[in-house]
């Protein structure tokens, strides 16, 4: 008879399902909690708990690739990023496939070089902007300047009647030139908002100010702003229909948000009404207890707020309050048998080994001060050792397998004479 495995699709995680993420891939931890992969990829990228994945190798059809497309061209067949492929490419000393084409400054060039403003320049030279204001700096060449007979004085008279950018438009010149001209003679600037008029003022009295920003197609937030300059003070809003003696005793008896739903009246009225009348909330915000700020320092965010039964903006607000941080289940310290095993292999590797990032191997070992692994470097045993001066040199090197500069090198550091 055939034993069906238990679906524990639709039952919730546990805390210590939950720490495994991340550190296993999915599928071997689907299998392990007879959960759909979907699910397991789903409930970790919710969690934000992030898969180290080790870093693709290069094979040696790829790197046949290499400069027979374009860096953009090849990233995208091979799934690679664009700086990876140019990296190796560059690592390879290959061309690229498009190398860029400078195009030098003539003598000819040179001599219109602040002539006239770098945009007409480059558009008479077929350049871009910056490739002319990058030459011209290069030469010491000063700016092309505006002669002070083109702003005669019915010009100047129109700085500050409109926006710079409008009168730059107007007389085509630079919105630079234009504005540092204004501010030379100290006009101020012109306003692009509407201001507001007398009779727009005297109806900021009549109304609320979402209705009179309708009405005057504004913001509400021009409409407040206005009202605070004018020093109107703005008044608690009167529905229209006061309540009943029915409603008002509904106040205080449950929250005003089923209050509000229940008699048809907005939030603010009710609560605005229960304070007036000095009644308290019906539903107390719930105290926290000492087993709750224990999970605090132990549990993230979310899973503290789905266990607690809290709001997730309840628990910040409660970390914050104790000075607490934000736990993070991926971090450990370092024992003594992982410290021991830094700069033996590569930090990639060693990562995959003991389940951490690579970076934080990086930090670790600088901390530290271990250096990285040399995959050339092979420490000397004892025996090893043992085997310098007895025999030739030539003959060591040949027995362990090592270069003759290596064993000439370790048997001078030891001080052991050389045998002919």
Same mark, same amino acid.
């Given at each position: 008879?055939?034993?069906?495995?238990? $679906?524990?699709?639709?039952?919730?995680?546990t @805390?210590g399902?939950?720490?495994q993420l991340?550190?296993?891939p999915?599928?071997m931890?689907?299998h392990?909690?007879?959960?759909p992969?979907?699910?397991?990829?789903?409930?970790?990228?919710?969690?934000?708990v992030? @898969?180290?994945?080790?870093?693709?190798?290069?094979?040696?059809?790829?790197?046949k690739?290499l400069?027979r497309?374009?860096?953009?061209?090849?990233?995208?067949r091979?799934?690679?990023?664009?700086?990876d492929?140019?990296?190796?490419?560059?690592?390879f000393r290959?061309?690229?496939?498009?190398?860029?084409l400078?195009?030098?400054?003539?003598?000819?060039?040179?001599?219109?070089?602040?002539?006239?403003i770098?945009?007409?320049?480059a558009?008479? %030279?077929?350049r871009?902007?910056d490739?002319?204001?990058h030459r011209?700096r290069r030469l $010491?060449?000063?700016?092309?300047?505006t002669?002070?007979?083109?702003w005669?004085?019915a010009r100047?008279?129109?700085?500050?009647t409109m926006p710079?950018?409008e009168?730059a438009r107007r007389?085509?010149?630079?919105?630079?030139?234009?504005?540092? %001209?204004?501010?030379?003679?100290g006009?101020p600037?012109?306003?692009?908002?509407?201001?507001?008029?007398p009779?727009e003022?005297?109806?900021?009295?009549?109304?609320?100010p979402?209705?009179?920003?309708?009405?005057l197609n504004? =913001?509400l937030g021009s409409?407040?702003g206005?009202?605070?300059?004018?020093?109107i003070r703005?008044?608690?809003?009167k =529905?229209r229909?006061p309540?009943?003696?029915?409603e008002?005793k %509904?106040?205080?008896?449950?929250?005003?948000?089923q209050?509000?739903?229940?008699?048809g009246?907005?939030?603010?009225i009710?609560?605005?009404k229960r304070?007036?009348l000095?009644?308290s909330?019906?539903c107390?915000?719930?105290?926290?207890?000492a087993?709750?700020?224990?999970?605090?320092?132990?549990?993230p965010?979310?899973?503290a707020?789905?266990?607690?039964?809290?709001?997730?903006?309840a628990?910040?607000?409660?970390?914050?309050?104790l000075?607490?941080?934000?736990p993070?289940p991926?971090?450990?310290?370092y024992?003594?048998q992982?410290d021991r095993?830094?700069g033996?292999m590569?930090d990639?590797?060693l990562?995959l080994r003991? $389940?951490?990032?690579?970076?934080?191997?990086q930090?670790?070992?600088?901390q %530290?001060?271990?250096p990285k692994f $040399?995959?050339?470097?092979?420490?000397? =045993?004892p025996?090893?050792?043992?085997?310098?001066g007895?025999?030739?040199d030539?003959?060591?090197?040949r027995r362990l397998?090592r270069t003759?500069?290596?064993?000439?090198?370790r048997r001078s550091?030891?001080?052991i004479?050389?045998?002919g």
């Amino acid at each position: 008879m055939l034993m069906h495995k238990k $679906n524990r699709r639709i039952e919730p995680w546990t @805390l210590g399902e939950a720490k495994q993420l991340g550190k296993k891939p999915d599928s071997m931890l689907a299998h392990r909690f007879r959960r759909p992969l979907k699910d397991v990829t789903a409930e970790r990228e919710r969690r934000r708990v992030r @898969l180290i994945t080790p870093p693709r190798g290069w094979t040696a059809r790829e790197i046949k690739l290499l400069g027979r497309y374009t860096d953009a061209e090849l990233a995208r067949r091979l799934r690679r990023p664009r700086w990876d492929v140019r990296n190796r490419r560059i690592e390879f000393r290959i061309p690229p496939l498009c190398p860029h084409l400078w195009k030098s400054f003539s003598p000819e060039e040179d001599r219109l070089l602040g002539t006239k403003i770098d945009r007409e320049v480059a558009r008479l %030279l077929g350049r871009t902007k910056d490739s002319v204001l990058h030459r011209r700096r290069r030469l $010491n060449i000063p700016s092309f300047k505006t002669s002070p007979l083109f702003w005669t004085e019915a010009r100047r008279k129109l700085l500050g009647t409109m926006p710079d950018k409008e009168l730059a438009r107007r007389l085509k010149r630079s919105y630079e030139s234009v504005a540092a %001209l204004r501010q030379r003679l100290g006009i101020p600037l012109c306003p692009a908002r509407n201001l507001w008029r007398p009779e727009e003022d005297k109806l900021l009295r009549t109304a609320p100010p979402k209705e009179i920003a309708k009405r005057l197609n504004r =913001s509400l937030g021009s409409a407040r702003g206005r009202r605070i300059a004018l020093g109107i003070r703005s008044r608690p809003f009167k =529905s229209r229909t006061p309540l009943t003696l029915a409603e008002i005793k %509904l106040l205080g008896k449950m929250s005003d948000a089923q209050v509000a739903k229940k008699i048809g009246k907005s939030f603010s009225i009710v609560r605005y009404k229960r304070q007036s009348l000095g009644l308290s909330p019906a539903c107390l915000p719930r105290r926290w207890k000492a087993g709750e700020d224990a999970l605090l320092a132990i549990l993230p965010t979310r899973e503290a707020a789905r266990q607690l039964k809290r709001s997730v903006t309840a628990v910040e607000s409660r970390r914050a309050v104790l000075g607490m941080p934000v736990p993070n289940p991926q971090w450990r310290r370092y024992t003594p048998q992982e410290d021991r095993l830094l700069g033996t292999m590569p930090d990639v590797e060693l990562a995959l080994r003991i $389940n951490r990032t690579p970076q934080g191997i990086q930090v670790r070992r600088s901390q %530290l001060k271990i250096p990285k692994f $040399n995959s050339k470097f092979r420490p000397w =045993s004892p025996q090893e050792e043992a085997l310098l001066g007895g025999i030739p040199d030539k003959e060591v090197a040949r027995r362990l397998n090592r270069t003759l500069i290596a064993v000439e090198l370790r048997r001078s550091r030891l001080g052991i004479a050389k045998r002919g």
